[in-house]
């Protein structure tokens, strides 16, 4: 066991963020070697003079990225990390920017394509679960309102004329800068492309790229697979582990375009860490023409530690197409979303697609870019966050009556859990017996492009459009039904 | 020469409109013969005590649809109507019907993809003759700005929630009613898919149709073409004649898909016969899988008698796409295009693309939906109709001097008219000799899909988007460089 000598001497930033940065530091410059095993959180606690609550938190942290690997009743270890792929050396930098610009740390973009298999039936509940969706109740139209009159007012009617066929050059330049800071993603608006949705901008992609193989995780998003198979694109599910996508498969399946959700994969919740995402930065360098399709869509909305850094950010090869939306951290009916080209990609796309003109309104994208560059779209993401994690904390509180039958996963970000059964009960079972007492749960089946190896008895709980009431009443009734 | 008597009995109807219809009618049923000569103007007018105007007016519409032919000193004669497929029967009462609820006859929709080859160059010019653009000058802000203050008042927060993947409901009705009364497309809200804009409904039909051969009028519309081109359709140039598109040449490309402008073509200003559009339509029937493609995007602006119905009104067999916008007839940037689909294909979208979320923003839906409704569209129309026509009708009185050197085309309808020399001067020394002076025209050339047969010398003048002192001071500059 090491001795760690971490100064906390930045006023600046708090305890947890310097022990988790010292750290991570000393695992990617290679002075701290693989395996190495880590003091214990008390140990260390003791000796910095600082909380165990705050050296856990750094730990935590650096679990979540990969640089640490905690071992049940031994402790924590220092993760191999081969190829150490340059890290956007900004990004740190960056994310303090941020902070002094008024972003929270922990404040990040994300999107969800709108329709999902598992859009829940209306009113077909009287609590539903569905794993889509989210708190509209809160949406800022007050804000959405007066930025929109403000934009007809002082249009200049040319407002109303064909645009940027990328879309406006300020709505990008205020984009860049928001994931500049908040993702770590370092772009040039000339890089990025507005469109109005995630699916349009897919197709653009589809016509960029051509129908190439695309390697999806199993289980994955349905709707982005829907998608790639209706553009011809020939898809292949490769299997997860606990880091993600299983590497030997996605090799194996010769794809050349792996489409991976590395902050928060959908539906597991999985957060890759920082050594699968330099094999996949590493399997993508490998030959041209491979890509990686970074749909990072939820990320803005973690209840732990520092925000995860985009997969994007970490690219020095030009291999990462990022897809951002503003569906969840807005709406979903505003439509609009972005795509990050890499270089190669950007000049094809200005040979072969530029001439075709921006889906998204100019009106819509001026109210979107005042939302963004006067701080409203920061202080709505606070407010979102905080209501969340609320929610998110009153959804685990009240599965507490539940934790002998069934484990909790992927809670630390995004707006559902999973439950999965600790006994064999087939998961149509407890969706029976759910939908019979009228709540709607989702199950973690539909989300697989080939049948899983074994039924797991997994449902997925959203939470994001449910009130706090809501939540409790349908838990109690899911702890009554599957007690049976 | 045959006596007509028409009974001018219609209160309600102007007589010039009774005519045509008495006509149109006699023809169509067969009572009157091909080839057979009508009265002379003169003659009819003091038969039926009307004005010699009015019998004109009647006979250029009858001649605009292609049931008249005018021979040159010789009269108007019937024409051949060989395969009369059903016209729908209640475009007529429908005409009525929208004259009652408040539409002008000649009040149409319309439509534009926003980007053309003939862009032009901002500001490389003192007077652009851009032939696209529109009057944004008189955009009714006021009433958006309203329409906008309201909705997002009203709102129901829901309307940021995802919406109808076709588009909500209420705005497909809306265009239903629209398309009804004006167009004479009798359609269902269910065979309406709305997006934003005309090209990503291509994209989408692409989709739903695959990649069939699809032919083109040559010249036409290039943005079309570079689409079609980009999602990898075999594109076939099929030369026109007076009426249009040839049927030889159509049937020998093999193509499965004719895209065509019937009730104005761009770039010439062919209005197609009603023969041609018979022909077509039957072509179309001949095979299953071959449709017709019909771009209805400028109707609405029309100077001279009734409008032009649409080639869907007359498609008894579900062969007609039609593909409608508001990019002209609103503003290009706010970006609402419409598909209106065939059962075969409608069928064929709720099985393939169903899954596709709107591109549309729920909040502008509705905006538009209120614009229709509440009869700011008319009204709009009507305004920007009588500017177009006054912007028009300066812009040939300015012409007058160039009449000896040009022959003028494609002057009744529309945003832009064509000056064809009548001397052998190339298309390239008019363009230069404008710029050089600053005001840009566009050669027709450039919408060639394929070199025409021999170079005509001729140039494209819009004109909506200059105000009619522009517009007369731009042709007096070209009166005198193109004298030299």
Redesign the interface.
């Known amino acids: 066991m090491m001795e760690l000598w971490i100064p906390l001497n930045d006023k600046s930033a708090p305890a947890y963020e310097q022990i988790y940065r010292f750290i991570k530091e000393e695992i990617r410059q290679g002075r701290m070697a693989a395996h190495t095993r880590l003091p214990s959180t008390r140990r260390l606690s003791q000796q910095l003079g600082v909380s165990r609550g705050t050296v856990q938190l750094a730990y935590d942290q650096l679990v979540a990225e990969g640089y640490l690997e905690p071992e049940p009743c031994r402790g924590y270890f220092a993760a191999e990390i081969e190829v150490l792929l340059r890290l956007e050396e900004n990004r740190t930098e960056d994310a303090a920017q941020g902070r002094r610009d008024g972003f929270q740390a922990d404040c990040h973009p994300a999107d969800r394509?709108?329709?999902d298999a598992a859009e829940g039936g209306g009113n077909r509940f009287q609590v539903d679960f569905s794993p889509r969706?989210?708190d509209?109740?809160h949406?800022p139209?007050s804000t959405?309102?007066k930025l929109?009159?403000e934009t007809?007012?002082a249009?200049n009617?040319?407002?109303?004329?064909?645009?940027d066929?990328q879309g406006e050059r300020g709505l990008r330049e205020a984009i860049c800068r928001y994931l500049r800071s908040a993702r770590g993603v370092s772009c040039r608006p000339e890089q990025m492309i507005v469109g109005?949705?995630s699916?349009?901008l897919l197709?653009l992609l589809n016509?960029l790229a051509g129908r190439q193989a695309i390697a999806m995780e199993n289980p994955t998003y349905k709707?982005a697979y829907?998608?790639f198979q209706?553009?011809g694109h020939p898809v292949f599910p490769v299997p997860m582990d606990k880091s993600g996508m299983e590497m030997e498969a996605l090799r194996a399946s010769g794809a050349q375009i792996a489409y991976i959700m590395p902050s928060h994969q959908y539906p597991t919740g999985i957060v890759m860490p920082v050594r699968r995402r330099q094999e996949l930065l590493a399997w993508a360098a490998e030959q041209e023409g491979r890509y990686i399709l970074e749909d990072d869509y939820d990320s803005e909305f973690r209840y732990r530690g520092r925000p995860i850094p985009s997969l994007c950010g970490s690219d020095a090869h030009g291999k990462v197409i990022y897809l951002g939306t503003f569906s969840k951290s807005v709406?979903?009916?505003?439509?609009v979303s972005y795509l990050v080209l890499p270089e190669a990609l950007l000049a094809r796309y200005q040979e072969?697609?530029g001439?075709?003109?921006?889906?998204?309104?100019?009106?819509?994208q001026e109210i979107l870019r005042r939302f963004l560059e006067e701080g409203y779209f920061e202080r709505h993401l606070n407010r979102m966050r905080s209501l969340y994690r609320n929610k998110h904390d009153r959804l685990l509180a009240a599965l507490e009556p539940l934790r002998d039958r069934f484990r909790i996963q992927g809670d630390t970000a995004g707006l559902h859990v999973l439950l999965e059964s600790r006994e064999p009960v087939p998961e149509r079972t407890l969706l029976e017996r759910a939908a019979a007492a009228g709540v709607g749960v989702y199950g973690l089946s539909e989300y697989y492009l080939t049948p899983p190896a074994q039924e797991s008895g997994t449902v997925l709980l959203g939470y994001a459009s449910l009130t706090p009431e809501q939540i409790e009443q349908g838990i109690q009734v899911l702890d009554a039904v599957w007690r049976k």
Chains 1, 2 share one sequence.
């Open positions: 394509f709108p329709a969706g989210i509209l109740e949406f139209l959405w309102r929109s009159r007809l007012t249009a009617k040319s407002l109303f004329s064909s645009g066929p109005a949705g699916e349009y197709m016509q709707q829907r998608v209706r553009l709406a979903p009916a505003i439509r072969t697609c001439f075709y003109s921006s889906t998204v309104s100019r009106v819509d």
